[in-house]
């Protein structure tokens, strides 16, 4: 699932820490009050729902109602209420194609990117996108530009719609169909993207290198003109041009040289980025795991929570960072110890000299370090009932790939879990397949005598 958009997950961490401040929400309370004929009681409602995330998953039809409110702000808010749900929101796709057509662009800003956000079966609604692709909202258009990218190559009508959009007078949205194009097969998508990496204006080259990042192999012809740009003058998109060679991946070899002649340079930001590519075009680990070990003893929190999420993509062959991200799950900032513990988590039994440092983080105050740290002493081959109780609570996590884990954990435990089966038992109706697998084979194991 794609991850949510910057403006819907920045909204959801508002919405609560708004929660919090005012107590624990109640999913049947906030359903309740959407029924209120106060326009402001519905949008608190909403707001609160969206708090909660996934876990607001009972609201799902209460929800879908609430996108036919009187109010175009308590529709607008309860399509990214559905978005903040995750996979099991995606029933609400025929209601978000129909708020497509509504007269506020606000609601159909929120319904374009709430259908992004879900990618959602979409084939039969391609008409009412290809439609949609002229909104006079460039963010709509925007949006519908990207779901068309996401429907899989071949489909003439979405081609079509794309070959018009690529001369939007927005450049936002000429390179987001010039993505969906390239997607779609047709190699003029990749063409419009190298021509917007000459563009006068400096963030259409931004947006242009990203978007030809996002594009990954099938970008290979852009990759002289973004090795020009590594090579040139100018500095303030190295990292954008970094990042998207090494999305572009293997069949960027060419690259390799000019982003080791850049891997010394002084913005953190960037040797970070070429750390990354470096890994993703040559598939080895070498310089990429020393410079983010550095970078895990820079200043600035952002740059070792970077460090850290790079080396969690590696797994274990980021190995020789393991005693530098134990010690960062003693930080101040939540975020870098989180990404510090999924990291470890994804070494294996290789943190095992760490073990020490993991159970200390069983009593973290965030929920993701906890989690983490005792899937990372399962993998050394602890089996101590302590680990049951975080392992069960695990079960709730935002993350499908964290309740997987959790639950493939509990599986080695057998009997001795026996005190999770109640909240397996709650985690059994997962919304994503492969975490009902995990949970329905953990139940089997624990019950196994």
């Not at 920045?10 to 708004?18: K, T, W």
């Not at 089996?383 to 493939?408: N, Q």
């Not at 975490?435 to 329905?440: D, P, Q, T, W």
Request: aromatic share 2%; charged share 25%; glycine share 6%.
């Amino acid at each position: 699932m794609p991850m949510p958009h910057g403006r819907v997950w920045s909204l959801a961490l508002l919405c609560a820490s708004l929660a919090f401040a005012g107590g624990p929400v109640s999913v049947q309370d906030a359903v309740e009050r959407l029924k209120s004929e106060e326009e402001k009681v519905r949008f608190q409602a909403v707001l609160d729902l969206q708090g909660l995330g996934r876990r607001a998953r009972p609201a799902l039809a209460a929800l879908i109602d609430v996108l036919s409110d009187a109010s175009p702000r308590v529709r607008s808010q309860a399509a990214y209420a559905l978005a903040l749900m995750g996979p099991a929101a995606q029933g609400a796709a025929p209601a978000l194609v129909k708020a497509l057509a509504d007269k506020e662009e606000e609601v159909r800003e929120a319904a374009s990117s709430a259908l992004e956000d879900l990618d959602p079966p979409l084939v039969e609604a391609i008409p009412i996108l290809v439609m949609a692709i002229g909104d006079p909202s460039p963010s709509v258009r925007d949006n519908i530009a990207q779901l068309l990218g996401m429907l899989g190559p071949g489909n003439a009508a979405c081609v079509e719609a794309l070959q018009k959009a690529i001369e939007d007078p927005m450049s936002q949205v000429r390179h987001s169909a010039a993505l969906a194009l390239a997607k779609q097969g047709d190699a003029r998508g990749i063409e419009v993207l190298i021509e917007g990496l000459k563009d006068e204006d400096e963030f259409e080259r931004l947006d242009a290198a990203a978007k030809l990042g996002f594009a990954g192999a099938i970008a290979k012809p852009a990759v002289p003109a973004l090795v020009a740009i590594l090579t040139g003058d100018q500095a303030s998109l190295y990292p954008v041009a970094a990042q998207a060679l090494g999305d572009i991946g293997p069949v960027a070899a060419e690259a390799v040289a000019p982003l080791l002649d850049r891997k010394n340079s002084e913005n953190p930001e960037l040797r970070h980025r070429i750390a990354v590519a470096l890994w993703q075009i040559r598939g080895t680990p070498d310089d990429s795991v020393a410079i983010h070990i550095e970078m895990l003893r820079n200043a600035v929190s952002t740059f070792r929570w970077m460090a850290a999420m790079a080396l969690a993509k590696m797994g274990e062959a980021g190995k020789d960072a393991i005693p530098a991200l134990a010690m960062g799950l003693e930080e101040e900032d939540a975020l870098v110890r989180e990404a510090c513990a999924r990291a470890l988590r994804r070494m294996g039994a290789a943190v095992a000299p760490s073990a020490g440092r993991l159970r200390a983080a069983l009593s973290d105050e965030s929920g993701s370090v906890r989690h983490d740290a005792a899937m990372g002493l399962v993998n050394t081959g602890e089996r101590g009932e302590e680990l049951v109780p975080v392992l069960a609570e695990a079960l709730a996590d935002d993350s499908a790939e964290r309740r997987e884990a959790a639950a493939k954990a509990l599986t080695l435990f057998g009997p001795v879990a026996a005190r999770a089966i109640p909240a397996i038992e709650a985690a059994s109706q997962d919304e994503v397949e492969s975490v009902r697998k995990a949970i329905a084979d953990a139940l089997g194991a624990i019950r196994k005598q």
